[in-house]
T-cell receptor, first 113, second 111 residues
């Protein structure tokens, strides 16, 4: 079935550093792609999304581009803040009419002042 | 617009008991999906309800069930609780498909 793979392990970086979290996917159709963020003790918040190839989703300084040729949707931010410390999940929605999200394992991001 | 609400936020149960969790979607949203989040398995899809009908189902045993009411509110029930059912249960709503908005979750601890 459809699946999402995120890079292993937590990410620790200093404030104002550049952040990249890798996400690749396997899908039979043309999925929509999402990044969700989870702060401690909370549910998931939608960070950004892209619904077709070459779309770029962006929000709060974060960006991700839907790359069909490399089946990737990497998350980037140019200058992180301490408040960006959270767990980030990449997800795909398999097809239209199907609200079943498949998630990656998530990456803990810790930003040090 | 109010977000997705889930009640209760925390629950402690013992093995063998059953539990019912509630989810109220964003006003106007007709689809409600449920997910289980555990440290070992991550986020897994349980089921989705749309217009009071189960539209999708994940790979969970029959002890996990749900329903949706005419006002789109949804409940999920877990019978004969096991230790491994300890998890954060997340509800998400959408109108009518694609982008899902999540509630804060119900944290269930089974002792």
């Amino acid at each position: 079935g459809d699946s999402v793979t995120q890079m292993e392990g937590p990410v620790t970086l200093s404030e104002e550093a550049f952040l990249t979290i890798n996400c690749t996917y396997t899908a039979t159709g043309y999925p929509s792609l999402f990044w969700y963020v989870q702060y401690p003790g909370e549910g998931l918040q939608l960070l950004l999304k892209a619904t077709k190839a070459d779309d770029k989703g962006s929000n709060k300084g974060f960006e991700a581009t839907y790359r069909k040729e490399t089946t990737s949707f990497h998350l980037e931010k140019g200058s992180v803040q301490v408040s960006d410390s959270a767990v980030y999940f990449c997800a795909l929605s398999e097809t239209r009419g199907n609200n079943r999200l498949a998630f990656g394992k998530g990456n803990q991001v810790v930003v040090i002042p | 617009k109010a977000g997705v609400t889930q009640t209760p936020r925390y629950l402690i149960k013992t093995r063998g008991q059953q539990v019912t969790l509630s989810c109220s979607p964003i006003s106007g949203h007709r689809s409600v999906s449920w997910y289980q989040q555990t440290p070992g398995q991550g986020l897994q899809f349980l089921f989705e309800y749309f217009s009071e009908t189960q539209r999708n189902k994940g790979n969970f045993p029959g002890r996990f069930s749900g329903r949706q009411f005419s006002n789109s509110r949804s409940e999920m029930n877990v019978s004969t609780l096991e230790l491994g059912d300890s998890a954060l249960y997340l509800c998400a709503s959408s109108f009518p498909e694609e982008t899902q908005y999540f509630g804060p979750g119900t944290r269930l601890l089974v002792l």
